[in-house]
T-cell receptor, first 113, second 111 residues
């Protein structure tokens, strides 16, 4: 099946720990995105990448890092510098071939122990 | 960070009623997207709009791309209980690959 796979579904972080959220897509999409969603809130852009080996900061990039070494993968690391990491994290991807439709994975819920 | 103004924030409606919600931006967008999100899941794309004035339907859902390119509207006709959820609009920033999201409309349908 074609789609976007996020793992794990639930993740727990200890104080001072870095954690990495996985996002893999087999849609051959060029652009990939990470959004953060807080309870009862909308989606805020953390980072996005239009092509391999290139990425740009979104509106709330502080305390996060990303890499784009492969077209199909866009992992997000939540660093210890992010003091309020508890949130629902959503990965998305798009291609101009699909008429600029943005598709989402099923999300990762990150909580602090 | 930038977020789109979406209204209403929440609404309770009776089953069978029609629903309208809208989204406005201070910026011009080339693309408007509408999503539905269930709790603990990723948003699911409902309708995509690409031209000013465009009107597109998907079953009981109809959405329009505003002629000013700064707003969009979603209508749901004859609502049913499974329409419950959060509806988000999103616009693609002109000239970039950034998609900006609205604050969401929480819909509850009373049987």
């Amino acid at each position: 099946d074609g789609g976007i796979t996020q793992s794990p579904k639930y993740l727990f972080r200890k104080e001072g720990q870095n954690v990495t959220l996985s996002c893999e897509q087999n849609l051959n999409h060029d652009a990939m995105y990470w959004y953060r969603q807080d309870p009862g809130q909308g989606l805020r852009l953390i980072y996005y990448s239009q092509i391999v080996n290139d990425f740009q900061k979104g509106d709330i990039a502080e305390g996060y890092s990303v890499s784009r070494e492969k077209k199909e993968s866009f992992p997000l690391t939540v660093t210890s510098a992010q003091k309020n990491p508890t949130a629902f994290y959503l990965c998305a991807s798009t291609s101009g071939v699909d008429g600029e439709k943005l598709f989402f994975g099923s999300g990762t819920q990150l909580s602090v122990l | 960070g930038q977020q789109l103004n979406q209204s209403p924030q929440s609404m309770f409606i009776q089953e069978g009623e029609d629903v309208s919600m809208n989204c406005t931006s201070s910026s011009i967008f080339n693309t408007w997207l509408w999503y539905k999100q269930d709790p603990g899941e990723g948003p699911v794309l409902l309708i995509a709009l690409y031209k000013a004035g465009e009107l597109t339907s998907n079953g009981r859902l109809t959405a329009q791309f505003g002629i000013t390119r700064k707003d969009s509207f979603l209508n749901i006709s004859a609502s049913i209980p499974s329409d419950v959820g959060i509806y988000f609009c999103a616009g693609r920033d002109s000239g970039t690959y950034k998609y900006i999201f609205g604050t969401g409309t929480r819909l509850k349908v009373l049987a």
